[in-house]
């Protein structure tokens, strides 16, 4: 789903039959190979104030199901760190770790129905069920 150098969790999605819908696959993160990836650029600065902090921390409580080696430098700035391209999920969405950063940094605008997952979540990550396996 993600990148090549990136390791699977043993963790198992709450939707386990269900393909975690991607968001957050930006050309400048690797996924210029995706006519329909968009870029990071046309959504920087058009975030509104309204729950940013509860977005983030949504973001960076997700649960990681891909493991990625190393750090990204930020596309913006090559002087900075933005994180891991590590994927995190809430069971229903997937994204890279690293977008919490841009969110926090950038203002970068999420998907609307993703904005209205995580209020109808009232800003909280479900628990995942573990596994009886």
């Excluded at 430098?73 to 977008?99: I, M, N």
Aim: charged share 25%.
């Amino acid at each position: 789903m993600w990148s090549a150098g990136c390791v699977p969790s043993a963790k198992r999605s709450s939707r386990p039959n269900a393909k975690p819908i991607r968001i957050g696959a930006f050309k400048e993160l690797g996924f210029d190979d995706d006519p329909a990836a968009p870029s990071l650029s046309s959504v920087r600065g058009k975030r509104g104030s309204e729950h940013k902090t509860s977005v983030v921390a949504y973001l960076r409580g997700g649960h990681t199901t891909a493991y990625c080696v190393g750090l990204e430098a930020d596309v913006f700035d090559e002087t900075k760190l933005a994180g891991s391209l590590s994927v995190r999920t809430d069971g229903t969405y997937a994204w890279p770790e690293l977008l919490a950063y841009y969110v926090e940094h950038y203002d970068i605008a999420l998907p609307e129905d993703f904005e209205e997952h995580m209020r109808a979540n009232r800003w909280q990550v479900p628990k995942q069920p573990t596994s009886s396996k």
